[in-house]
């Protein structure tokens, strides 16, 4: 009996050692670089790095970033959700496509194109000649705070929205029976009903601030403002290499980012309210008075405009531009930018490799993710807890945490495994950093599937290969290409993990458009910018049309 049992644990066994050799090792050669000095423990240099002037900075930095940019997005996301749960603009459901391509456009991208529309010269100055240099103090902490805001708001504006929708209607009626205007329901109603949930966005909301790289990097370094993620890549790139400060403050960065979670899970415990119950629900929408209407109206117009219009309209135009010295001028707009892309090896190469590590990514993701959630179905206790908590470890942690960690544990046995600087160590530490999609994505899928299925098909005889082949695959296997589809979007344009451990010479899409924009040729990198856009947007529309076919069958 005792092996029996361990050979039904073995394959278990196996795949947490897997998993922690993925994200755990990794994690832990953070930790041991940032404390261990001259193979002894020694915290007094890991103190006097992080207390350093320079690095105490940063944090500071990082964290007036954070908290601005959750005060901000908070100011576009509240009142945007609002009007689309609470009014006739609801209806309009093109408006939720709109509102969620500032997260489909990489942040670097969008950096990029205001940086080219409010910088000396810029778009902003060519199209309005009287306003003189007063785009230029767009350059400053509020812009980058603006800028970041703008990025990630579609988070908070959805988890909020769809909040809003779950409030009974009967709560804010009783309030307008008693007496209470609209104000105090909202004050009294709405602002505890919905603690819970903001907590939970505003907590994503900051620690994809901390996470974030290319905005820091592209916007922030032009005003000096240096924060965790643009120190760590500073001291783990650029000469003299110092890997004991990138640990140390990769370690902090982790800190804040479980204290965070600690904060939010206790918010959420004290504020959750079960609003949905087995009993209809009717939904209301506020009528607005004329001034009503035209002040939704330009609000939302207002949001396209910053969050959308002005990032793509200087994308766009430039890349479209034969020479910048004339700038908007008939006459100087030519395809001949995209044309050298298909024509210059070193472009199409980073488009293949793009294609090469996406695709690769979101297969092996696929694949393990999917067995990741078979098996935590059927384990139980501490065994489930450890191989979910495992899997999904990294998305509660920054990517450039897990990428420093990659770096020191790969190159560490190296001799052993020799994957370091080859396109085998940027596809694992795809794998490392997205598998958390797949197992969300097929462990929803599973949520949905009646038990009663799969006993029925046991009862008649099948065997679990046969169950699983027939009933439960087809059943999860749209999760499984969602989670998929996810993986290949953001690996495809991903930047801080080219650049941390590409080999060299090696380019891909994100970097490509980096170089090209700090070498000059911004039209050039525009052009692979609007490409990278078009790839991911027509991948996702023939994913949509792929399900639905699916689904109409």
Not at 347 to 356: E, F, P, Q, T, Y
Not at 541 to 551: I, M, P
Request: aromatic letters at 12%.
């Amino acid at each position: 009996m005792r092996t029996q049992a361990l050979k039904k644990k073995l394959p278990l066994t196996m795949l947490l050692l897997l998993l922690s050799g993925l994200i755990l090792c990794p994690l832990l050669a953070v930790f041991a670089q940032a404390v261990i000095r001259d193979g002894r423990l020694d915290f007094y240099q890991a103190w006097a790095s992080i207390s350093n002037a320079k690095n105490v900075q940063t944090i500071v930095n990082s964290l007036l970033l954070g908290v601005s940019v959750v005060l901000c997005a908070s100011l576009v996301a509240l009142p945007t959700a609002f009007l689309l749960a609470r009014t006739k603009l609801g209806q309009k459901r093109w408006l939720d496509i709109v509102f969620m391509i500032p997260f489909m456009t990489p942040p670097y991208i969008a950096s990029m194109g205001w940086i080219l529309f409010m910088q000396k010269k810029g778009l902003f100055q060519q199209l309005f000649p009287t306003t003189g240099a007063w785009s230029e103090h767009f350059f400053c902490f509020g812009g980058l705070v603006l800028v970041m805001s703008l990025h990630v708001f579609p988070f908070l504006m959805t988890m909020m929205k769809n909040a809003m929708l779950n409030i009974p209607v009967s709560l804010e009626e009783s309030g307008a029976v008693f007496g209470a205007g609209f104000g105090m329901r909202l004050r009294k109603i709405f602002a505890p009903l919905l603690t819970g949930n903001y907590a939970i966005g505003a907590l994503l909301v900051f620690v994809k601030t901390l996470s974030e790289y290319g905005t820091p990097y592209t916007l922030g370094r032009r005003i000096d403002f240096y924060v965790f993620t643009t120190d760590i890549h500073r001291y783990s790139t650029t000469a003299p290499i110092d890997f004991g400060r990138s640990a140390s403050l990769s370690a902090i960065l982790i800190g804040i980012c479980l204290v965070m979670w600690l904060l939010q899970n206790f918010v959420t415990e004290k504020s959750s309210y079960g609003l949905l119950s087995g009993k209809g629900s009717r939904t209301t929408e506020l009528a607005l008075s004329l001034p009503g209407k035209i002040l939704s109206g330009v609000w939302i117009g207002l949001v396209i405009l910053f969050a959308i219009g002005v990032p793509y309209f200087s994308i766009i135009s430039t890349s479209l531009i034969k020479l910048r010295g004339f700038g908007l001028a008939a006459g100087n707009f030519v395809l001949d930018h995209y044309a050298e892309l298909f024509q210059s090896p070193r472009a199409l190469s980073a488009i293949w490799n793009s294609l090469i590590l996406a695709v690769s990514a979101a297969s092996i993701c696929s694949l393990l993710g999917t067995i990741v959630v078979l098996f935590v179905q059927q384990a139980k206790g501490v065994w489930k807890k450890l191989l979910e908590g495992i899997s999904l470890l990294p998305e509660m942690l920054p990517s450039i945490v897990l990428i420093i960690g990659i770096m020191l544990f790969w190159n560490a046995i190296y001799k052993i495994l020799p994957l370091y600087n080859t396109l085998g160590i940027m596809i694992l530490a795809y794998v490392v950093l997205y598998l958390p999609y797949t197992v969300q994505y097929v462990t929803s899928a599973f949520t949905q599937i009646n038990p009663h299925l799969l006993e029925a098909g046991r009862s008649f005889g099948a065997s679990p290969h046969y169950v699983f082949r027939h009933i439960t695959l087809p059943l999860i296997s749209r999760g499984i290409i969602a989670g998929g589809m996810m993986i290949f979007i953001i690996a495809f344009r991903e930047l801080v993990t080219a650049s941390l451990i590409a080999p060299p010479n090696t380019l891909v899409v994100s970097t490509y458009i980096n170089r090209e924009f700090e070498q000059g040729s911004v039209s050039s990198g525009m052009a692979m910018a609007v490409l990278c856009v078009l790839i991911t947007c027509v991948a996702l529309l023939l994913f949509n049309h792929f399900t639905d076919d699916r689904k109409d069958a």
